[in-house]
């Protein structure tokens, strides 16, 4: 014979226990304001006593709200400041969950998120290319907010303006006097990448400059991003193609490109000036100190998280797009070429 699992205490055990009706525990336990203090502790005791939690699956079903916030990354394993985004979520009452996925099983991941009822999705996809309308013909109505920089996008998203970024670090070369200019970047399936790419070439090419040289590696993860720093070096090295500076795509990048020129004898910036993108922790202690662009990722994911919230809780919410400018930090990895 079996042993039977204890049945879970439901709202009318803790009521008859504590004396009270049905509705009374409801109202306790939806923090409605008419029910007397001595009251509500009373029954707060008698559900603590009991081990009464409250059945999330039927409330669900009789609210049709989860109260969860669904955090989707798509063909990036950053491991993207996560907490510090589920702060500003959990802080507004809503639980966080976490996906990743790919670009194939982006429409699954969206089925799963619908099945679970989530109130909304944060989308943080760097290589999406997709219409609108059939975006939100996947999130079947669930508000959505893309943590990228789309600009050929209508519906709501967070995104520092690259081509802005990339200019500020190209005329900071080109004033310190440098006119060759090398690149190491992510692919160029990547949102973020290509603008910086082609703004790189329009700048060069537009003061009359031969742009490159240019290496294209793979920064989906801090280890592929220091390794592409490294091996862009060696094959610019080995090609035989001139530089006296290099923009990096990310501050791991730049790490792994620091080194490369270190074992071949090449001094930053003495021999070669180094900028990139992020202001990570790492690159103010870097040697040099890393001159990059700051990209405040706690503001992109506040500001992501207050508008999706908005839009789930104003039925009449009308989509924007928040474009953020981001400033230089200048450090000791730049100076004028020899």
């Not at 504590?18 to 509705?23: H, L």
């Not at 009449?316 to 990895?333: A, E, T």
Request: charged residues 20%; glycine residues 6%.
């Amino acid at each position: 014979m079996t042993k039977q699992r204890n049945k879970r205490p439901t709202i009318r055990d803790v009521a008859r226990e504590a004396g009270v009706s049905y509705g009374t525990v409801s109202r306790v336990l939806n923090d409605h304001p008419d029910v007397a203090p001595d009251t509500r502790l009373h029954i707060q005791r008698i559900m603590a006593k009991m081990g009464y939690q409250r059945n999330l699956g039927a409330q669900m079903l009789t609210t049709h709200q989860s109260n969860i916030i669904e955090f989707i990354v798509m063909d990036v394993y950053f491991g993207l400041v996560l907490p510090r985004m589920a702060q500003y979520i959990n802080a507004a009452g809503y639980s966080t969950l976490y996906s990743e996925c790919t670009e194939e099983s982006f429409a699954d991941t969206l089925n799963k998120a619908a099945a679970r009822m989530v109130d909304g999705i944060l989308l943080y996809a760097p290589q999406l290319h997709i219409a609108d309308q059939d975006l939100l013909a996947m999130c079947h109505g669930i508000p959505i907010v893309r943590r990228d920089y789309v600009l050929d996008s209508k519906l709501t998203w967070v995104g520092y303006n690259q081509e802005y970024a990339t200019r500020l670090v190209i005329q900071h070369l080109l004033d310190l006097g440098h006119r060759q200019i090398a690149e190491i970047t992510g692919s160029l399936d990547f949102i973020n990448p290509r603008l910086r790419h082609d703004t790189w070439l329009d700048l060069l090419t537009a003061q009359g400059l031969e742009p490159g040289p240019s290496y294209i590696g793979d920064y989906s993860t801090v280890a592929n991003a220091i390794k592409s720093g490294y091996e862009g070096v060696y094959a610019f090295l080995q090609r035989g193609e001139p530089f006296t500076a290099i923009m990096t795509v990310n501050d791991h990048v730049a790490m792994g490109a620091l080194f490369a020129l270190h074992e071949h004898g090449l001094r930053v910036p003495d021999d070669v000036s180094l900028v990139s993108f992020d202001d990570d922790a790492i690159a103010p202690y870097l040697i040099p100190p890393l001159t990059t662009v700051p990209f405040d990722f706690d503001i992109q994911n506040r500001l992501a998280s207050q508008f999706l919230l908005e839009q789930i809780n104003d039925p009449d919410y009308k989509p924007h797009q928040h474009v953020l400018m981001p400033d230089l930090v200048i450090r000791q990895s730049t100076r004028p070429p020899k």
